[in-house]
């Protein structure tokens, strides 16, 4: 195989690649704990937090920052399982890429 094959083989990948992200990036991922649920997109932004409210005591904001923290972070688990399951095969494993 000839230097410019290999050339254009890597830029095909990185295009799957930068593909793959986007499609990622543009997904809406729901995070959830018992009394709050978290949304974001694919690149981990903050799109909606939702509280319910019928739950929640007015002495209760302790524990309403960690109902807020624990969804915040089922969605990020969601996040980087989803690209992992999804860039995984172009980086063959290798952490943090992504």
């Given at each position: 195989?000839?230097?410019?094959?290999?050339?254009?083989?890597?830029?095909?990948?990185?295009?799957?690649?930068?593909?793959?992200?986007?499609?990622?990036?543009?997904?809406?991922?729901?995070?959830?704990?018992?009394?709050?649920?978290?949304?974001?997109?694919?690149?981990?932004?903050?799109?909606?937090?939702?509280?319910?409210?019928?739950?929640?005591?007015?002495?209760?904001?302790?524990?309403?920052?960690?109902?807020?923290?624990?969804?915040?972070?089922?969605?990020?688990?969601?996040?980087?399982?989803?690209?992992?399951?999804?860039?995984?095969?172009?980086?063959?494993?290798?952490?943090?890429?992504f």
């Amino acid at each position: 195989m000839n230097i410019q094959a290999m050339m254009k083989q890597a830029q095909q990948l990185q295009n799957k690649v930068l593909n793959e992200k986007k499609v990622i990036d543009s997904k809406v991922f729901t995070g959830k704990s018992s009394l709050v649920s978290v949304t974001m997109t694919g690149d981990k932004k903050v799109t909606g937090v939702d509280i319910n409210m019928d739950s929640i005591e007015s002495d209760d904001k302790e524990m309403l920052e960690d109902m807020i923290m624990l969804a915040v972070n089922d969605a990020i688990t969601q996040i980087d399982k989803e690209t992992e399951e999804k860039m995984g095969k172009y980086t063959q494993g290798l952490p943090g890429l992504f």
